[in-house]
Structures are given as C-alpha cells and as structure tokens.
C-alpha cells in the first residue's frame, strides 16, 4: 500500500514537469524599435473687410438726394483681403432693403459703373467739391485717368457680380475703388419723387485646393 502511494506522488511530479516543460516552449525574447515624426498643420482664414463705415476708405454708407436725370454720385471704398488665404473671386451682392422703381427699373433707374486705381496714392477725394475723386499717381497729384480700371458696370441691382483683376484676391491685397451711381439722362418722369436704400455686400470665396 505504501509502495503505490510513493508511485503515485512520483507520477504527478512527473506530470507537473512536464507541463513546465511545454510552458516554457510558449515563451520567447521580442526585440522591438520604434521611430516618430510630428508636423504642424494648420487651417487658413479668409476675411474680406471694408474700411471703417463713413471713412474717408468707406464712404458706401453716405445717401444723396435731389436726384434728377443726368445726375451722379461718387463714393470711394477700400476692400482689403484680410485672410491669410488667396481668394478664387470676390463678388458683390446690391440689394434694396427699400425700393422703389430707382432700382427695380434696370434701364430708367440707377446705373452703377465700379472702378479701381491703379495710381501709387489711390483716389483723391476733393475738398472742394465732397465725394468726387481722381486717380493719383504720385504726391504731385497727377490725374491719370487711364490708371484707373473698370471692374463692373450694370444696372444698380445684382446677385454676386463678378469683379475682375481684383488685388485682393491674393492674401493681403488691397483694392481702393470707386463706385458711381447715375441716374440716366433718359430717364423718365414716373420716377420723380422716389427713394430707395442700396445695401452692398462683398464676398470672398477661397481658392481652389491644391497639393500642400
């Protein structure tokens, strides 16, 4: 009886052993490495500003009255790209918050021409007669017509109206515009006596995306 007990205490032992042996079978050595980047990636802006309202670089905000056939106002607006994108096109959107047939009618109504200079000191507003300007080139007051650009010319009403060759399409850009308002030599009596508040809203939109 004793002799198949030690048996038995022998055979577990061997048992036991040989789980250990097949344990350590499982059991290796992993050598490992490991390298790492970084890089800082950021979004652009994009902004399109006026001047401040009623400026000397934002006169749009500055009404007239009296009106008739064969008259024209002029008001100066600096719009500057203040984003750090370049822009794909820059629009501008008139509406009538009032209206009246000055702006609904697109032939006898209010005519609208937008103009850009290209002179090193921009548009010069008179002191003597408010709100006219000329296109200067130098500090001696040159008056060079043929530097200032015509960038749009319609009826005083218009859904995102494209500005052509504008500066400010590239980040930083600047362009000092003037736009005059006429109210045609042929337009007829039906519009005596009207009013109408023009609203002008410029927009950028980005530039195309491209391979960074």
Known sequence: MARTKVKQVLLSAALVGT???LAG????ASWTDSSAASASISSGTVDISLGSSGSADNRLTIGASGLVPGD??????????GGSADLASVTLTTTA????????????????KIERCGGALGWRESASTPYTYTCDASAAGDDLGTRSTVLAE???I???????????LTAAGIDDMVVTVRLPDSTGTSLQGKSSTIQYDFAGTQRAGVGK
Do not use: F, K, W
């Not at 079978?25 to 290796?28: P, Q, R």
């Open 97 to 112: 918050s009032t209206s009246s047939l000055l702006d609904t009618d697109a032939t006898g109504g209010l005519q609208m």
């Open 72 to 81: 024209s106002l002029q008001r100066r607006v600096e719009v500057t790209n």
């Open 158 to 168: 218009g859904s995102s109206l494209s500005l052509t060759g504008m500066l400010a």
């Open 25 to 28: 079978l499982g059991t290796y």
């Open 154 to 156: 319609r009826a005083i």
């Open 19 to 21: 789980a250990g042996s």
